[in-house]
Antibody, heavy 117, light 106 residues
Framework: QLHVQESGPGLVKPSETLSLTCTVS??????????YAWIRQSPEKGLEWIGA???????HFNPSLQSRVSISLDTSKKQFSLRLSSVTAADTAVYYC?????????WGPGTTVTVSS | DIRMTQSPSSLSASVGDRVTITCRAS??????LNWYQQKPGKAPKLLIY???NLQSGVPSRFSGSGSGTDFTLTISSLQPEDFATYYC????????FGQGTRLEIE
C-alpha cells in the first residue's frame, strides 16, 4: 500500500525559497500513469493546487504560482520535491503531497509551513 | 481559471438523513469532477472520481452525479463518521477546488 510523507523546514523567511520533499513508500513509484502533485491549504484561500509532475517529466502549474514554482521527480530515491521562490506571508499554509492515477489517490498527512522573519 | 462554487457552505443534518451537496463550475468541465471528504487535522480523502465513480473502499451510501457544469454529491443515510467538510475539485483545465461544504450534526 502506497504511503507518502512530506518533509522540510516548518519556518521560511520572507523572500526566501520554500523547499519540501515527498517520500514514497510501500510500492513502486515508477508508473507511466502516475502524477505527483503538491496542494496547500490555508484559512484564507482554502485548498489550492500548486502543480504536478507526471512520470514522463511533464509539469503543470497553477497559473497564479507558475512564475515561482518548480516540481521535480527522483524515481531512484522515490521522492518528488517542491520549490516555491520569493515567499511571502501569503504562502503560509499546510502543504500536502499527493500522488495517484485513476483509482489511486494517496495524500501525505501535511506539513505546516510558516513564512515569517 | 474555472471557478467551482459549492452550495450550501454549511449544512446541519441528523444521523440517517439523506444529504445532497451541489457544485457548479463556471464553464463546462465534462465529467472531470472529484469529491473529497476532509476531517479536522487530516488530509482530504477521495470519495468520487469522474463525477460518478465510487473510489475503492468508500461506502456505497456516497454517490455522485452530473456533467457539464452542475454536479451533486449525495449521502443516502448519514452516519456519525460522515460529519466533515466536503470539497469538489475540477481537473478539466488546471485544477481548482470548491470552497467546501461543512456538514455538521443537527
Amino acid at each position: 500500500q502506497l504511503h507518502v510523507q512530506e518533509s522540510g523546514p516548518g519556518l521560511v523567511k520572507p523572500s526566501e525559497t520554500l523547499s519540501l520533499t515527498c517520500t514514497v513508500s510501500g510500492g513502486s513509484i515508477s508508473s507511466v500513469s502516475f502524477y505527483y502533485a503538491w496542494i496547500r491549504q490555508s484559512p484564507e484561500k482554502g485548498l489550492e493546487w500548486i502543480g504536478a509532475i507526471h512520470y514522463s517529466g511533464s509539469t503543470h502549474f497553477n497559473p497564479s504560482l507558475q512564475s515561482r514554482v518548480s516540481i521535480s521527480l527522483d524515481t531512484s530515491k522515490k521522492q518528488f520535491s517542491l520549490r516555491l521562490s520569493s515567499v511571502t506571508a501569503a504562502d503560509t499554509a499546510v502543504y500536502y503531497c499527493n500522488m495517484g492515477r485513476v483509482g489511486i489517490d494517496v495524500w501525505g498527512p501535511g506539513t505546516t509551513v510558516t513564512v515569517s522573519s | 481559471d474555472i471557478r467551482m462554487t459549492q452550495s450550501p457552505s454549511s449544512l446541519s443534518a441528523s444521523v440517517g438523513d439523506r444529504v445532497t451537496i451541489t457544485c457548479r463550475a463556471s464553464r463546462t468541465i465534462t465529467n472531470y469532477l472529484n469529491w473529497y471528504q476532509q476531517k479536522p487535522g487530516k488530509a482530504p480523502k477521495l470519495l468520487i472520481y469522474g463525477a460518478s465513480n465510487l473510489q475503492s473502499g468508500v461506502p456505497s451510501r456516497f454517490s455522485g452525479s452530473g456533467s457539464g457544469t452542475d454536479f451533486t454529491l449525495t449521502i443516502s443515510s448519514l452516519q456519525p463518521e460522515d460529519f466533515a467538510t466536503y470539497y469538489c475539485q475540477q481537473s478539466y483545465s488546471s485544477v481548482t477546488f470548491g470552497q467546501g461544504t461543512r456538514l455538521e450534526i443537527e
